[in-house]
Each structure stands twice: as structure tokens, then as C-alpha cells.
Nanobody
Framework: VQLQAFGGGLVHTGGSLRLACAAS????????VGWYRQAPGKSREGVATTTSDGVTNYAGSVKGRFTISRDVDKNTMYLQMDSLKPEDTAVYYCYWRVGAQQTWGQGTLVTVSS
């Protein structure tokens, strides 16, 4: 299984972007899917996760601004990012995990200008 993330780009403060992560197979009906990000010079941090039961979790820094979702029929997951801030600038990575199996997508760069 492979994941491909896309949708990153340059946006002004207060703007919005929607990231997408497409899977090569029908996997999003099960397991945990989520997004991490890594800002320049910083460690990778968790942004949001959602389980197959619909339970979602967000980092405190993005709660209320970001929304994670998945479309099982399209084998795609999303991260809707609103009210973006310069500190949201990072490379964003999607992942999928079920049991001991974990797959990461390549990163997509989000740059928020002040």
C-alpha cells in the first residue's frame, strides 16, 4: 500500500488549504489515519488522527482550526486547514496504521506567509 499526499502550497495568514492523502488500495475503512508535520529545525509532531470508529484527536495548536476526515469510497483522507498561521508552516505527512502495520506518505509543504 502506498500513500500520496498533495494539496500543499503557499497561503497568507488567515487563509485555508485542504490537504489530501490518496491510498493505492482500499484501506481507509479500517485502522487509524492521521497527519503529522515537521517544521524547519523542529521534530515531527502529531497534528490530527481519526479512527475507523470516527474518534478524532487534534493537537492543541490546531484544535478548532483543522478538520480531519476520510472518504472510504475514494480511498482518500483529508485535512482541512482554516485560519492558518505562520507557525503552521511545515511539511505535512499522512499515515495509516492498523495493528503493527504502518504506512507513511511523502510530505507536502505548507507555507503560511505573514
Amino acid at each position: 500500500v502506498q500513500l500520496q499526499a498533495f494539496g500543499g502550497g503557499l497561503v497568507h495568514t488567515g487563509g485555508s488549504l485542504r490537504l489530501a492523502c490518496a491510498a493505492s488500495g482500499n484501506i481507509f475503512s479500517r485502522g487509524v489515519v492521521g497527519w503529522y508535520r515537521q517544521a524547519p529545525g523542529k521534530s515531527r509532531e502529531g497534528v490530527a488522527t481519526t479512527t475507523s470508529d470516527g474518534v478524532t484527536n487534534y493537537a492543541g495548536s490546531v484544535k478548532g482550526r483543522f478538520t480531519i476526515s476520510r472518504d472510504v469510497d475514494k480511498n482518500t483522507m483529508y485535512l482541512q486547514m482554516d485560519s492558518l498561521k505562520p507557525e503552521d508552516t511545515a511539511v505535512y505527512y499522512c499515515y495509516w496504521r492498523v495493528g503493527a502495520q504502518q504506512t507513511w506518505g511523502q510530505g507536502t509543504l505548507v507555507t503560511v506567509s505573514s
